[in-house]
């Protein structure tokens, strides 16, 4: 008899292709929203800057702020809820977006969209409370190179039925790729472990990280996640300008922008489950510690390219350390949190990576208008740096249990 596959394995399957789905939806807009933007009115350069902020960074704001609630309402009615409601509400507010008429509309909604924003910390909030401990290292990051996966390919699908259909058809699609993963959801992902908090054991976040074991290393963790998502993010409004002149004004900037923007991607879709397997095996904390120092070593050099393949194999060199870092923290947090508090905490750690793509383009806006675009990669380095002694400080108690 053909042995019965594990409750944790099928779901990872199908949460993993519903990872990639909600990413390569969220991305499939993200090319041509000034171009959108720019079609419901007459705008000068400055007003569509302007709503160009608003309508980027809406969703964050509101995520960020949105997800430890989220999180608190999926250990009490469980996490394949949220994940249903979260599917639900996204492709309602996408497929509007293809509707409205006026800028503001958009910016509403966009807002709205933010409300929803549960969906992938309870995916990885499900499966670390099902997979065992020797495996929770491969399993995270395996089901991380599905948003990954998504992201990366979203941009490209795109602009070609944004080219061939036009903006709001895009929208409309992407509406119905959400009602997809609602589906799948719904009939697919089981929870038949859960069990809920009652309201009145529901503790506040001061005395929830209390009684953790490691406090340190969770809210370290936090930490971390918000300085790699804004370092990666510092680079983000610069890259296609540093492509540009990286150049010298010739042609293919945009393809040559997108075959570099891709790359990280790529390498880490590659090297995640690879990371998590040896992370399972030697610590994950080595892993982490070891990808930021790679990290470190990588961007410096970004910073003093002479052309745009000595940028792009740098790039494809920081999707291996990307591999490395996100992915082990969230086996950390897997590891040493109580499964009834994994929807929490993993919607604590997602806002703060919300909040680190906020932070990320306004530092690399920053460094790029002071110091030019190679500071930014050095900026990016020395918050590396900061984010390696960060780590090592907030981890000693794992290493002397160790």
Known sequence: MTAKIP???????????GNFIIGMGFQLIMPFMSLYIKTLGHFNRMQLNLWSGIVFSATFLVSSWMAPIWGKFADRYGRKRVMLISAAGMGVM??????VTAVWQLALLRLLQGFFAGFVANTSALIASQVPSKHSGKALSTLSTGTTAGMLLGPLFGGVIASAFGYRVTFFMTGFAYVTVFLLTLFFVREDNFKPVPKEKTLPYHKLIAQLQYPHVIVGMFITTLIIQAGNNSISPVISLYVQELLHGGHNVDMMSGIVAALPGIATLIAAPLFGTWGDKIG??????????FAMLVYIPQAFVNNVWQLAFLRFLVGISDAALLPQVQTLLAKYSPHQYSGRIFSYNQSAQFMGNIFGPLIGSTVSGAFGYGGVFLSTAALVAVNLTWVHHSTKDLQKAQ
């Not at 994950?284 to 120092?293: C, N, R, S, Y």
């Open 94 to 99: 996408m497929t509007s977006m293809g509707t």
């Open 7 to 17: 409750e944790w394995k099928r779901n990872l399957h199908v949460l993993w292709f």
């Open 284 to 293: 994950t904390q080595k892993i982490l510690m070891g990808g930021l120092v």
